[in-house]
């Protein structure tokens, strides 16, 4: 998270730039209920009399933006952050200096996925400010301060998501980011620079870069900036102590030669130089010149309190029980022959169409529905077919549609697997766990397996199978950059090695057990139980305690700065957001902007 | 699988057990485990049939059939009281919820703890008295004996029934188990330390009824309040039968007290060795040690478990629903048995909840009391002025406030030395034991009786005391 610098309650000489501050005493008091506004909030049908606040929603597109400008001249498009003031997800705050809420970021995630999948013709994405003299004051810290613990961890993992997103564009897209950071930027304003892979800071002997949360703020600036400032620009790790303790940041020619940015360019060449570089950087990207990109539609979905359908996925919410069954569907029909047939299907293609349901689905259930700690997950359908697809895909890698269809799945696996719920597989006759779709049971905390049939079975119902496939070896791994099979068999290469013999062949029960591919594989008689008194079992522990288990077992292996970003620098933050230094009623996140100073206990813990 | 109808044949069962295939299955592997174990760790004395009751139906008429039969081939059958529709919790944070006919993930864990527990001393038992056969003081003790060990072995099916039923595949995992420890082995001993001791002799065996099998029926009668109703119903049933083998305690030690009285009042003596039969003070002794012994089986004076099994419902209060107070106990105190600050046998307040250990501790102690009243009766009417006692609260215990301490049976602290010094007047010593496996000689001829112990006033069914009620091999 990453709330910004420029309050009026600090020492900060920041107030040449006319920064005001963006919860300064000119934004509304009191928490507001919570209004419909700009992207998110769903009108409730009338089926859904009774459900108290509105849901946020994750679906958007260019013509709805409140927050964001997208001019697109290939080979360059240009995201200019635009943020009304009044245009935050609650009433409770103004949107003041760029600073943003979930909502400003759910139209961010919104562009960079449709420059991805429907802008063949963008290579270079410039992402500045419209506003004059401020780039991005970063969170809105009234946001931050009023929001409940939950609200604010959510929030940081998909600005974070969305971020990393940015990153994977970059490197494996040819769709490079640029900050042209044309005014300050502090906190989370500086650390979405930090996501580009240029950084070109105005310099007009004011505008800064900087990370004022901890002098000012008391917590950290964890969308990935402390990790980013070393890990990636490889800052020296004093010079990073200075600058992220440093509220009024830093600025020139220094900003350069500690690495905080790549230029400072003078405001006479900025517009050239931002262009000039963007035509470079376009000029290295491999996407092709005449591709031609696909639509992003609607998604047909349907929305009540207790289920959400799409074509392809389909989940119900069993409040009582805290448990959401989810149902992914393979494809109804077969592969197409080619990857030229797959520009016609558009985004009705399989592989996209579930991805993009999963992924919504992923974010609805993670944002709106907190106390449901268990998510069940099956799929039903062909293997044979999900195979097919995926050999679509591999074979195709080189067009640049099926390699962001391919990322894109990775990108949704990822956010199942930093999801703070409990997941659990199940492995029924008529699944199809087989390559792509076998990567959820893979991300899964636990799966269960039916050996055998079930009793009731119609007679020709095939035992439950699934099948390893070339999906499961390479092209869809986990943040700490193993595929999800490696993780599994971390210090086992015999293992993995058995599991990669058996690529194609159909595994029952009890093949997939010995090989280590699934938890248990109780027969018919065993099933209802074991799985009820599973999933009853883990919702009556600790939900805190659980998130904490799973995301510690589900990266093991190496650190890489994604797993340091949700694991370290998430956890940390979590932490501190919880502590009354930051939280309580007089820790710094609650007494800034009051014109009163915090007051800290001063014992390290 | 085999036909269903041989199992409700060879498995007397009020559970449907033909059609419950899971249970079928389950039951399939473990019934042969079970009739190795009985070959190997059941009565030792080789026996052609034996004059057995065997349950059949929980009714009045099922409940007790008398037959003779081999007791290889007894029909360990599965029993639950019947069932209430109706019944809701009566204790707990979940109190006036029904009551639960599935096991709660939530609760999984604790339950089956609960079960394993309870369930392992019932095969603990068996073991402890297998050898007791050889030295039966008549047909008719014999027969009890093997009755209480049929009977035991029935309580082990009965909670591997709910292990098998309810748990799953570590249910089933947990029931294997049961049949692999053994009392007094050294690999696996069975779980409480008190069912690792040999029952040596007859006297033992009658004193291990009445006080460790009474320590039985007070933890069944807290599972029987159980939410979870299949425990609850099995633990309902097996209190029926845990009824009879107390009974057999009480009338054994009846029996050998009245055999000591007669004598001394016949020959105006104490000494009644030279007549072959059983001092009143060995027998006290004896009492002494099996009391003691049995307080520790309800662990200390406070538990958290204990407190938690409570709220959650698992396990209530002896006569849970009888107690007049909001079954929550969430704001009610209770004084448990605690050493003072100097150190001294006293007791403390402490929450009602936290205390359940002591409550339960006191139900039973009120209890044997009776039994001990009961002993007393027979030797006024002898006209003897000499009367048993049960020892103090804190005399030999291991376990809870007064392990640390020393005390006599009136309650007197001891130094470490004094205690070495007198304890030998409160417990058996070895020249007390060595006397008593001295008159365990075994009388196997019909009407025939030891010379330590009277005959029972009635026989077993309607039977006289000569029946034949075993026939040996
Ligand atoms: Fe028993
Ligand atoms: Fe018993």
């Known amino acids: ?605 | 699988m085999p036909v269903a109808a041989d199992y409700g044949e060879k498995i007397p069962n009020n559970v449907r057990l033909h059609e419950d295939r899971r249970l079928q299955r389950a039951l399939e592997a473990w019934q042969p485990n079970f009739l190795s174990w009985w070959d190997a760790m059941g009565p030792a004395l080789p026996t052609r049939d034996v004059y057995l009751r065997t349950a059949v139906n929980v009714g009045r008429e099922g409940w007790a059939q008398f037959a003779h039969v081999p007791m290889r081939d007894y029909r360990w059958g599965i029993f639950l009281a019947e069932r209430d529709q109706d019944r809701v919790v009566a204790f707990g944070e979940h109190k006036g919820e029904p009551a639960w006919d599935k096991v709660p993930g939530e609760y999984r864990a604790d339950l089956q703890r609960l079960i394993v527990i309870q369930g392992d001393t019932e095969p603990a038992s068996v073991e402890q008295q297998r050898n007791l056969g050889a030295t039966a003081p008549s047909l008719y003790d014999l027969r009890n004996l093997f009755q209480v060990n049929v009977e035991e072995g029935r309580h082990l099916w009965a909670m591997v029934y709910l292990l098998q039923a309810y748990f799953g595949r570590d249910g089933r995992a947990e029931a294997d188990q049961l049949l692999r420890r053994s009392s007094g082995s050294l690999e696996s001993p069975r779980i409480l330390g008190a069912f690792n001791e040999e029952t040596p002799d007859w006297l033992s065996f009658y004193m291990f009824t009445y006080f460790t099998d009474r320590d039985g029926k007070y933890q069944l009668g807290t599972l029987k309040e159980s939410a979870f109703d299949p425990l609850s119903r099995t633990c309902e049933f097996m209190l029926k039968e845990e009824a009879h083998h107390m009974m057999v305690g009480t009338t054994g030690i009846d029996r050998v007290v009245e055999r000591t009285a007669q004598l001394m009042a016949e020959h105006d003596t104490d000494e009644v060795v030279g007549h072959g039969a059983i001092p009143l003070k060995v027998i006290q002794k004896y009492l002494n040690f099996h009391y003691s012994v049995s307080l520790d089986l309800f662990g200390g004076e406070t538990s958290t478990n204990v407190a938690n099994y409570y709220t959650a419902g698992l396990k209530g209060r002896w006569m849970e629903e009888r107690r007049r107070d909001d079954h929550k106990l969430t704001d009610d105190s209770i004084m448990v048995d605690a050493l003072t600050e100097e150190g001294e046998i006293g007791q403390a307040e402490v929450a009602a909840l936290i205390g359940l250990n002591t409550d339960l501790r006191r139900e039973y102690i009120e209890d044997c009391q009776s039994g001990v009243s009961r002993w007393n009766k027979i030797l006024e009417s002898a006209g003897l002025p000499q009367r048993l006692k049960l020892p103090h609260v804190a005399f030999n215990r291991k376990v809870g406030a007064f392990a640390r301490i020393e005390a006599s049976p009136d309650g007197e602290q001891l130094s470490a030395e004094q205690w070495q010094h007198r304890k030998g007047d409160w417990l058996p010593t070895d020249v007390d034991k060595t006397y008593i496996r001295s008159l365990m000689q075994p009388v196997y001829e019909r009407g025939k009786i030891a010379a330590w112990i009277a005959p029972p006033r009635h026989g077993i069914n309607g039977q006289p005391f000569d029946y034949e009620y075993v026939h040996l091999t």
Not at chain 1, 179 to 185: D, E, K, L, P, Y
Not at chain 1, 200 to 212: E, N, T
Not at chain 1, 536 to 549: H, K, P, V, Y
């Open chain 1, 1 to 605: 998270m990453a709330p910004t610098a420029g309050g009026q309650g600090s020492g900060a000489r920041l107030r040449s730039d006319g920064l005001e501050g963006q919860a300064g005493s000119g934004s509304r008091a009191g928490s507001g209920s919570r209004a419909a506004s700009s992207a998110p909030a769903e009108s409730g049908s009338a089926a859904e009399v009774g459900q108290t606040s509105s849901r946020v929603s994750f679906q958007t597109e260019p013509a709805r933006y409140r927050h964001w400008r997208l001019a697109i001249e290939p080979p360059v498009a240009t995201l200019a952050m635009d943020v009304a003031e009044d245009g935050g997800l609650d009433a409770g705050y103004e949107l003041k200096l760029n600073s943003y809420d979930l909502g400003v970021d759910i139209e961010l995630y919104d562009a960079v996925q449709r420059l991805r999948l429907e802008h063949p013709e963008v290579r270079t994405v410039v992402i500045t400010s419209a506003k004059e003299k401020v780039f991005s004051a970063g969170a809105n810290i009234r946001m931050l301060a009023t929001s409940a613990h939950a609200t604010k961890v959510n929030f940081c993992k998909f600005t974070n998501e969305t971020r990393n997103g940015i990153e994977d564009a970059t490197a494996n897209s040819g769709q490079t980011y640029i900050a042209a950071v044309n005014g300050t930027a502090s906190g989370g304003g500086y650390e979405l620079a930090l996501a580009c892979q240029h950084i070109m800071l105005i310099d007009d002997r004011s505008a800064v870069v900087s990370l004022p949360e901890l002098p000012l703020l008391g917590v950290l600036p964890g969308t990935g900036g402390l990790t980013r400032v070393t890990d990636k620009r490889q800052v020296r790790r004093d010079l990073a102590d200075y600058f992220a303790t440093r509220a009024e940041g830093i600025g020139g020619a220094r900003a350069v030669a500690w690495r905080l940015v790549d230029e400072a360019v003078p405001r006479s060449e900025w517009d050239q130089s931002v262009a000039a570089r963007a035509q470079e950087f376009a000029a290295r990207s491999p996407r092709p010149p005449d591709g031609r990109g696909i639509q992003l539609t609607a998604l047909d979905k349907s929305r009540s309190g207790d289920s959400i359908g799409y074509r392809h996925v389909s989940a119900r919410l069993d409040h009582a029980a805290g448990e959401v069954s989810i149902t992914v569907r393979g494809p109804r029909q077969d592969a197409p022959a080619d990857v030229r047939a797959l520009y016609h299907e558009g985004d009705a293609f399989w592989p996209l169409a579930v991805t993009r349901e999963l992924d919504d689905l992923i974010l609805d259930l993670r944002t709106n529905e907190l106390e449901l700690g268990t998510w069940v997950m099956r799929t039903e359908g062909d293997s044979q077919r999900v195979l097919a697809y995926d050999r679509l895909l591999l074979a195709g890698a080189g067009d640049w549609l099926v390699n962001e269809i391919i990322l894109y799945l990775k990108r949704t696996l990822k956010r199942l697997d930093v999801t703070s719920r409990s997941l659990i597989a199940l492995i029924e006759p008529g699944s199809c766990y087989a390559g792509s779709l076998l990567e959820l049971a893979l991300a899964a905390d636990r799966s269960y397996m039916l050996a055998g049939q079930f009793e009731d079975s119609e007679p020709r119902a095939e035992a439950a199978a699934i099948v390893v496939g070339d999906m499961n070896l390479g092209p869809l791994p986990m943040g700490n950059g193993l595929t999800r099979l490696h993780a599994r068999y971390l210090g086992d290469p015999d293992a993995l090695d058995r599991v990669c013999k058996q690529v194609g062949d159909l595994l029952l029960a009890e093949d997939a057990e010995r090989l280590g591919l699934i938890t248990f594989a109780p027969d018919d008689i065993d099933w209802e139980d074991e799985v009820r008194i599973a999933v009853e079992e883990r919702a009556s522990f600790s939900a805190d305690a659980l998130t904490g288990m799973e995301a510690n077992y589900r990266f093991s292996g190496p650190e890489t700065m994604e797993t340091k970003i949700f694991g370290r620098l998430a956890a940390w933050q979590n932490w501190i957001f919880a502590r009354p230094n930051a939280a309580g009623p007089d820790g710094a996140l609650r007494r800034y902007g009051t014109g009163q100073r915090a007051r800290f206990d001063r014992k390290r813990v």
